[in-house]
C-alpha cells in the first residue's frame, strides 16, 4: 500500500517562510514524478509546483515563481517545498501527489490532477496579516 504524507504546514506572518515535505511510504518510487497542488476554503484545487524523478525538471505556477522552490532530498524519496515570502493568498490546504513510472513529463501533465496516481492528505497552510 501507498501514502503520501505531507507535513511542515502552520501558521506563519506574512513574509514568513514554510518548509513542506512530501514523504512517500509503502513502496519506493524509483520513477516517480511528485506535484505539490493547493485549495483555499471555497476555491478549486490549483497546481503549484512539480518536479521530476531525477529532480533535474522543475515546474512552477506563475503565481509561486521564484517564492517557492521544490526539491528532492538528496538519497531519499522526499520532495520539498520551500515557501519563502508567503502572503495570505498562499493560505491554503496544501496536497502532495504523485506520478508513478513516469514515461515522459510535461508541464502541460503536471498541471492535471488526472495526471497522478497518489495523494496525500494535506497539510494546513495558514498566513496572516
Known amino acids: 500500500q501507498v501514502h503520501l504524507v505531507e507535513s511542515g504546514g502552520g501558521l506563519v506572518q506574512a513574509g514568513d517562510s514554510l518548509k513542506l515535505s512530501c514523504a512517500p511510504s509503502?513502496?519506493?518510487?524509483?520513477?516517480?514524478?511528485v506535484g505539490w497542488f493547493r485549495q483555499a476554503p471555497g476555491k478549486e484545487r490549483e497546481f503549484v509546483a512539480a518536479i521530476d524523478w531525477t529532480g533535474g525538471l522543475t515546474y512552477y505556477e506563475d503565481s509561486v515563481k521564484g517564492r517557492f522552490t521544490i526539491s528532492r532530498e538528496n538519497g531519499k524519496s522526499t520532495v520539498n517545498l520551500q515557501m519563502n515570502g508567503l502572503n495570505p493568498d498562499d493560505t491554503a490546504v496544501y496536497y502532495c501527489a504523485a506520478k508513478q513510472d513516469m514515461i515522459v513529463i510535461a508541464e502541460a501533465l503536471v498541471m492535471r490532477e488526472s495526471w497522478y496516481d497518489y495523494w496525500g492528505q494535506g497539510t494546513q497552510v495558514t498566513v496572516s496579516s
Open positions: 509503502g513502496i519506493s518510487f524509483s520513477r516517480s514524478a
